[in-house]
């Protein structure tokens, strides 16, 4: 019998690039799609299960599989307020964790970001360590923790400045190496790639750079890089 996995975010960039290489990966039969609102996504192995995420302990019953991914995340100038930013950032990744562990799920991979730290004066960061710290925490045993640096992809809205770091990024990524390499900037389906990789092989580090990532998305043969 195949794998289940659960997604949350599906509707964001790496989540729906996961979702469609889930539906073409033979070693998983079901995946669960928990959101706000629908994916859009049509394929016989998608359950969609649409709830306020904010009380995501009231799907307890169906929160139930093999791996969970956890790509949440919004934005500051998407979402200015500090505290519904929090619940969300932090909130909704620490209530899944703390879910997978009650439900036996063994293997968390969560969605972070480079420059996360809990003792850092910048809120948004802070708040990023806070959850990665959190998420560990909740005890699931395979816990990874991604922090990409300028995420590549193809969106519905329109992030002009955005476009513009993506341009720059385009320019310096050749220049990024050594211990600046972390900060290349990355492809959303590079990162899908290394969920996947993760969720199905042994790695012996939480934290996963986008340097990492990288690497480990190109061990992804199942589609072109």
Do not use: H
């Not at 599906?10 to 706000?36: C, E, P, W």
């Not at 969720?199 to 690497?215: G, M, P, R």
């Amino acid at each position: 019998m195949g794998k289940i996995a659960i997604i949350l975010g599906a509707t964001g960039a790496t989540g729906n690039q996961l979702v469609k290489m889930l539906i073409s990966d033979s070693r998983y039969d079901k995946i669960k799609l928990f959101s706000r609102s629908s994916a859009g996504i049509s394929s016989i192995k998608v359950e969609e299960y649409l709830t306020d995420l904010f009380e995501l302990e009231k799907c307890s019953a169906d929160f139930t599989g093999d791996e969970v991914f956890c790509c949440i995340g919004t934005t500051k100038s998407k979402t200015p307020d500090e505290e519904t930013y929090r619940k969300i950032d932090y909130g909704i990744p620490v209530a899944a964790a703390k879910l997978a562990r009650k439900n036996n799920i063994n293997t968390f991979i969560v969605m972070s970001a480079l420059g996360a730290d809990v003792n850092s004066s910048i809120f948004y960061n802070r708040t990023k360590g806070e959850m990665q710290r959190d998420v560990a925490a909740a005890g699931v045993p395979k816990t990874y923790v991604l922090q990409p640096s300028l995420i590549l992809a193809e969106r519905d809205e329109t992030r002009v400045m955005e476009k513009i770091a993506a341009g720059f990024m385009w320019l310096i990524n050749p220049l990024l190496i050594g211990g600046a390499a972390k900060f290349k900037s990355i492809k959303a389906k590079t990162i899908a790639k290394a969920m996947i990789w993760l969720a199905n092989n042994k790695y012996d580090e939480v934290i996963v750079t986008s340097d990492k990532l990288q690497k480990l998305g190109s061990k992804y043969l199942r589609f072109p890089a």
